[in-house]
């Protein structure tokens, strides 16, 4: 480029008049879109260097977190798991257990982030790289439901283990534990609203807990048939305190189960307004890259009265159509705005998002059209 503008200005002081205006104006076209190259392929390097460190973040997260379960899913080894009839060693064993789920939900959130992440690089992701993507996925979905239902599985195990070596009061209290940790009034009235993706994952984790439960249930029979045998033999002052745990365990299972239907009802409301808000943003945006092409390329007004007339015509009809889509655009946003205020924190920043680009970009379009 810098022999190019050399060699044009040396032409220049050997030139006719016209030729030199002629030079000028080249060079000039030259150096614009020699700039503009320059432009683009700055923007594509860092288009290319967010790629990397996105496509990068995925991978390192999603092998760290797929050997840790890897790891963990090792642990659950029915062949070594040796309860026998020791209450003590049962509960040292039940004790492990407990630390190793408390480890188990404070990963959930990475798992979260990782399902986030891995679905932000597929969609963004050439065509020819969405296999691997979709596979890693899937892979890991797989491998976090095998470790939280072997993790379950293993605790019914125990807590039976605890209630079959004679420690009837151990093991009641054990299931009422973990049933008092569900938190039904926070499954009841917590948030659940929010984008698709953040529905569907909440959708995800209530149907795991509703499995759980429905495996404890045959425990809780069991546990209230042994509450019969042992108080048939036990003393008036054991009796009492053993019909108070069955009926703190009746009570707060009715309390969960309830919880429970509650939170699946309104999961199934969350999701019928994610559907229809993703259909609608997806919808309305579509509409708006159209128009935008129709407006960015519609050219200059023709010279001849009967084409012009039909612009005009085009334009009129295409107005009216903004119209009928500014209702749309109002209901899309109104719609948006009211899962806003009920939204999970999950999906805050997504729904926030939306707002802000169907409202850039009906302004970019109407001012398109006004031009």
């Not at 460190?53 to 977190?65: I, R």
Request: aromatic share 6%; net charge negative; charged share 30%.
């Amino acid at each position: 480029m810098l022999s190019l503008d050399k060699k044009g200005t040396h032409l220049k002081y050997f030139s006719q008049k016209q030729d030199v205006i002629l030079i000028k104006n080249l060079l000039i076209s030259v150096q614009h879109r020699w700039e503009r190259v320059l432009s683009r392929a700055a923007e594509r390097t860092r288009a290319l260097d967010h790629a990397y460190k996105e496509a990068k973040e995925y991978h390192d997260s999603w092998h760290e977190l797929y050997s840790w379960l890897d790891e963990a899913e090792k642990g659950f080894d029915d062949a070594v798991l040796q309860l026998g009839k020791d209450p003590e060693k049962i509960k040292q064993l039940l004790a492990k257990h407990k630390e190793f789920q408390r480890t188990l939900g404070a990963k959930q959130p990475t798992y979260d982030g990782v399902v986030r992440l891995g679905k932000l690089v597929k969609d963004r992701a050439p065509k020819t790289d969405e296999p691997t993507l979709k596979q890693m996925m899937s892979d890991l979905k797989a491998k976090w439901q095998s470790v939280c239902n072997k993790s379950v599985d293993r605790q019914r195990k125990l807590e039976e283990g605890l209630l079959f070596s004679g420690q009837f009061k151990d093991a009641i209290q054990a299931l009422v534990d973990w049933l008092c940790k569900t938190d039904p009034a926070q499954m009841m009235e917590g948030p659940v609203h929010g984008d698709l993706d953040t529905v569907m994952a909440l959708r995800e984790q209530h149907k795991n807990f509703e499995e759980e439960l429905h495996s404890r249930l045959a425990q809780t029979k069991q546990v209230r048939k042994m509450a019969v045998d042992v108080m048939s033999n036990a003393s008036e002052e054991d009796r009492a305190a053993i019909q108070k745990q069955v009926s703190e365990l009746d009570v707060t299972w009715e309390n969960v189960s309830k919880a429970s239907n509650t939170r699946s009802a309104r999961l199934d409301d969350a999701l019928a307004q994610a559907e229809t808000l993703h259909k609608a943003v997806n919808m309305l945006l579509e509409w708006l890259s159209d128009a935008e092409m129709k407006l960015r390329f519609a050219g200059a007004l023709p010279d001849e009265e009967p084409e012009t007339l039909q612009q005009l015509a085009d334009h009129h009809k295409f107005l009216e159509e903004v119209i009928k889509k500014e209702a749309d655009k109002d209901d899309t946003l109104a719609l948006a705005q009211d899962i806003l205020g009920k939204a999970h924190p999950d999906a805050v920043s997504v729904i926030r998002h939306w707002i802000t680009i169907i409202q850039s970009r009906w302004e970019e379009v109407m001012a398109w059209a006004n031009q």
